[in-house]
């Protein structure tokens, strides 16, 4: 009696190259056996391609070494260099500024504590089961974000959504990295004096500027009303809107490029760009310093925090849980919600990262532990913003209503507001800085190389010869550079919150969820995911996975997208500028550039492929994708009967 645990540490114990046992795969029996060839791109592969005769090779070579090139000049796939890569790749890309500036004060808004119970429920029934989704397709099948989904092709076109979704989102995503990169400069531009956003003796302030007192309002003798809060402006909203932003009245006036802004955001480009132009090989090595750094900066603002006075208020402002609030469809909303954005599920990347893992990696346990790390991290973000928050009302004297905020509101304005009334401020608003330009340093580099790698796997006899791979690299990113000048641009705010809104929003992300799930649960076939799962790790993973995949998920993103609809609101910016209705045309246009892709390569798909229609409907949801090597070689070394017997599964040898 042979059971899974045993193949699995036989797979990694012999040589495969040596394996002549022929598996009978009763498990999966629809699974064409195609070569792996990377000459030819899997959209070409034909689902009935001929089976090779037995011992026939071939002609692409094909190994996990880095180094490793065909005989036509094609580079193989590589894989990370350790578990630890892909790990912290993983931390890097999932926990980044959304962890600092969102979901403290989505958590703080919808209830405070009460807002974990719908939150982790979507984490429990939706969240873990598409981000191990995500990473065992990619694992399994060693193939980038849009090939992967020829497990039935017709729905190739969620590949292409969660690819163009990514490109928008690698426009504006960088520039609140060149954002940080310029407050960090003033901060030491700055290390002997005041900080700038304190005072209002600079060229950039307006005559109602009113610097606040805070020893006075700390000491009573002085109170801030709500008239001269509509009279006079803060020193700190002047520098970000009229030093570093230059806002003008709306988008329909965006004016020139902010060139200090232009240069910092140039400077990011290419740091990111060799971060990432030599792939898992640059990028792996990079994040054992941007992915663990930020937890230390964390845990020093987290321990700073906590001592400054009104921190217990602040955090009793976080965390009291008012039950009331479960009733409301927002509250659940922004729960789902919250949930993509924290586990970066619908971009492709995840698909990537699994895809240069070996074999046998447990993404199992992986996704577990992931999942549970950004949960824990978010929280204590919390802890980092809301002590601040708190010590913020307290030397003001007024309600943590009045001072907290969410997105580039908390990072630019109260926060360094906050930091500058500390002692020896400018060493946190330093810390602070870093912090924030290190989370979005591995999620932006992350996002680039799930781009990079969904496109190269498609076309690899165009990309991986020669250096072709990172001259396109830097191609896509100076592309990229160019149009995000117009998110730095007079009126570049207005462009940068409507890409923001639209183009990678929770109706995009759920949107393409939903059709992640019905693909692998319903029409791949969810037992045979887990046959291939079951493969990889070497035991039989719980029904949990595949009840979200078939159920849960499909139905609580569905429920979320029409509630969002539902409750949509047109996009304003700083709670007072409408825009225009062309603006949301665009925005509009955004959204469905990546959501148009699913249901219009299904249509292509189908008027494509010859036949009779129920003909054309059954090729083109029929898996054409190769197993990757190692899965074929895997099969080899043994073949077991899946039996059934009172609902349990026996494994027997043969």
């Known amino acids: 009696m042979g059971s899974p645990e045993h193949l699995h540490a036989t797979l990694k114990k012999m040589s495969l190259s040596t394996c002549t046992t022929q598996l009978t795969p009763v498990y999966d029996p629809y699974e064409p ?3 792996w060839d990377v000459e030819t791109p899997l959209k070409n592969r034909r689902c009935d391609a001929e089976i090779p005769a037995e011992g026939k090779e071939s002609s692409a070579v094909v190994s996990t070494s880095m180094e490793s090139v065909s005989e036509h000049g094609v580079s193989s ?4 260099g350790s ?18 500036w969102r979901f403290p004060y989505v958590c703080y808004k919808n209830g405070g504590g009460a807002f974990f119970i719908p939150y982790v429920i979507c984490l429990l029934t939706t969240g873990i089961p598409i981000v191990f989704l995500e990473i065992a397709l990619g694992q399994y099948f060693a193939t980038g974000g849009i090939s992967c989904w020829d497990i039935s092709p017709v729905f190739r076109g969620v590949g292409y959504a969660t690819t163009t979704v990514v490109f928008w989102l690698n426009i504006y995503y960088i520039v609140v990295l060149a954002w940080g990169g310029v407050y960090l400069v003033y901060c030491f531009a700055y290390i002997a004096s005041d900080l700038p956003w304190t005072t209002c003796n600079n060229a950039w302030n307006t005559v109602n500027c009113l610097a606040p007192n805070y020893t006075a309002v700390a000491s009573g003798n002085v109170t801030l009303d709500a008239s001269n809060a509509t009279v006079h402006t803060d020193p700190a909203v002047e520098f970000w809107e009229k030093q ?11 004016g020139g490029v902010q060139w200090k802004l232009a240069v910092a955001l140039l400077i990011v480009w290419i740091v990111c760009y060799f971060c990432v132009w030599k792939g898992v090989k640059s990028s792996g090595k990079v994040v054992y310093f941007t992915a663990l750094f930020p937890y230390v900066m964390l845990i020093i603002l987290i321990f700073r925090g906590v001592t400054l006075p009104g921190a217990m208020d602040g955090l009793k402002y976080y965390l009291t849980p008012n039950l009331s609030k479960l009733k409301e469809p927002g509250v659940w909303i922004d729960a789902g919600t919250q949930i993509f954005f924290s586990y970066a599920v619908a971009l492709g990347s995840l698909t990537a990262l699994g895809s240069y893992n070996s074999f046998t ?3 199992y346990k992986h996704s577990l532990y992931l999942c549970a790390c950004d949960t824990i991290t978010s929280f204590f973000a919390g802890f980092a913003v809301f002590t601040v928050l708190g010590f913020m009302a307290h030397e003001l004297g007024v309600s943590i209503d009045n001072v907290a905020e969410s997105g580039p509101g908390l990072a630019f304005i109260v926060y360094p507001k906050a930091a500058a009334q500390m002692p020896g401020g400018v060493v946190w608003a330093i810390l602070f800085f870093i912090m924030l330009l290190l989370l979005g340093l591995d999620s932006q580099f992350v996002a680039i190389e799930g781009f990079v790698t969904a496109l190269v796997d498609v076309y690899p006899k165009v990309f991986r010869k020669g250096y072709r791979k990172e001259i396109f690299v830097a191609s896509v990113c100076f592309l990229w550079y160019l149009i995000g000048l117009l998110t730095i641009t007079e009126g570049g705010m207005y462009v940068f919150q409507l890409f ?7 109706l995009c992300l759920l949107w393409i969820a939903f059709w992640e799930c019905v693909v692998v649960g319903w029409f791949y076939g969810a037992d045979r995911f887990y046959d291939n799962i079951q493969l990889m790790i070497g035991y039989r993973i719980s029904p949990w996975m595949k009840w979200g995949w078939q159920y849960a ?21 700083n709670r007072l500028y409408q825009y225009p209705m062309w ?4 925005g509009y246009l955004l959204a469905l550039s990546s959501m148009m892709c699913i249901p219009g390569y299904m249509l292509y798909k189908i008027c494509q492929t010859p036949g009779l229609l129920k003909q054309r409907w059954r090729t083109a949801t029929t898996a054409c994708i190769p197993d990757r090597p190692e899965a074929k070689k895997a099969k080899k070394v043994t073949s077991f009967d899946l039996l059934y017997i009172n609902g349990e599964e026996q494994h027997t040898r043969t």
């Open 33 to 35: 056996d195609n070569e």
């Open 77 to 80: 796939r590589v894989q990370w």
């Open 83 to 100: 578990k630890y890569e892909f790990i912290l790749s993983h931390i890097g890309f999932c926990i980044g500024l959304g962890n600092v």
């Open 244 to 254: 570093i932003l230059n806002i003008s009245g709306g988008i329909d006036h965006l």
């Open 361 to 363: 990696y447990n993404c």
């Open 500 to 506: 923001d809104y639209y183009s990678a929003s929770g």
């Open 553 to 573: 998920g499909p139905s609580f993103t569905a429920i979320i997208f029409l509630f969002s609809i539902i409750k949509y609101e047109p996009l304003v910016y």
């Open 583 to 586: 603006a949301q045309i665009i």
